[in-house]
């Protein structure tokens, strides 16, 4: 749980917009608004990966997520979500996650990570990892 | 990662609504959905503890929490949120939880756990959990 | 802007279970979730219509919204969403609506009307309502 | 419910993210989200108010809310949320919206209005709109 700051570039940075309806009660983004953000970050990675990333026969499924959740999100703010790998598997892949200011990414709001297993959905099996993803995430 | 279920009996079960804007474009409730049924369940059982959860000196936050999906949740489901004391520390809490059908606790959608700790909100410094949670979650 | 009551029976009342996420930073539900709340019970009165509500060539949408906010709904709150037919037009129903308290549905918490278009959805043009549909609505 | 374009300049415009969470199982952005967008808007227009937009004695509550979904809105899109004044009352204001293409403010995604009221929260009374808001909204 230590704030240790990966000494790799990212994957992938990509700035988000907090909007007023993701505080809650408590007038912080709420907890579950952090899987969106993650969630809009790893699209827009995938979207920009060259090549194919899914297919009928192999499609990304989340498996796990693991999140701290270090210091509050107010609003209005100013942040992004930095994408790590942090492990490379046959079929699945772990990406890590930094929420860090938009302007400033030293000030650490949330770390952790999410396991993405591609499958085929019609038999529910685990498969390969499509090529451009394996690329993307630094595999050969 | 395997799925266990444990012996104990559940420190609290909630029945949840599944909301169909809960599911997303994969017409699956969406990743994001789960940590508001946990929210959802944790506050019910807050409510129901008797004594005091929380003071002016002493208020529950969210520290961390990791999520295992093991089947996609439709909509419309029948579900409910079985929440466990998973580690009893002295000033924080691991709750575990499991998803399941509420009339099959054997289907399982979800587990994992959330870390809460209580914090004096004027000084930002953890402060002994509140004797009513203790007893709550079976501390002397 | 008046509250006068309907004299009519609703055609379908749908509990609601409210949600702490439901509040924004006010404490009170926000206002974008008094949709969801219509969604959600149109969705089942859809699939208790009986008969078929849509077809690869009529496909509901939802074309205009009017929502009057008369009392601000809190957490827990039991509440209900009547909805009422309005008009019925050829391609088109006017649906009403009443959200009250599930125990006392002299308790006004909002009323206003949604209107919804059958479309074919290759065309985008409107279609004839389906018949199960004109019947729930008390159309010949 | 014609689309007649407004022939003054919007008093206010602001750029939205969308984001893929907003889009429901149909794949389009969810009827409820359009509330959000206003929102969002509104309160970025607020903000940049010159002056005093509440007070104590005078908070602005949402009355009522009108949507027309002209066109479905994907992910991704760039959309911006152009507000009018429409009409100015003395405890009130109707704030029209377009939802257009951020490039193109030709493209009409949504048109409508909201109404607000500045109210006494200890009296639950209208009160006068604040001074700031009167001449934000072209009143003397």
């Known amino acids: 749980m230590s704030e240790t700051k990966p000494t790799d570039a990212p994957l992938f940075s990509a700035p988000i917009e907090v909007r007023w309806r993701d505080l809650d009660a408590f007038n912080h983004v709420n907890n579950s608004n952090y899987l969106t953000y993650l969630e809009e970050a790893r699209l827009k990675w995938l979207k920009h990966v060259p090549g194919e990333w899914f297919s009928e026969t192999a499609m990304p499924v989340l498996a796990a997520s693991q999140i701290?959740?270090?210091?509050?999100?107010?609003?209005?703010?100013?942040?992004?979500?930095?994408?790590?790998?942090?492990?490379?598997?046959?079929?699945?892949?772990?990406?890590?996650?930094?929420?860090v200011g938009a302007d400033d990414s030293d000030t650490l709001y949330s770390d952790g990570h999410v396991v993405m297993v591609w499958m085929n959905p019609s038999t529910g099996k685990p498969v390969n990892l499509p090529e451009a993803i394996r690329h993307a995430l630094g595999g050969e």
């Open 68 to 99: 701290n959740y270090r210091r509050p999100i107010e609003w209005p703010a100013r942040i992004a979500v930095e994408l790590y790998c942090d492990r490379l598997g046959s079929s699945s892949a772990t990406i890590g996650h930094r929420i």
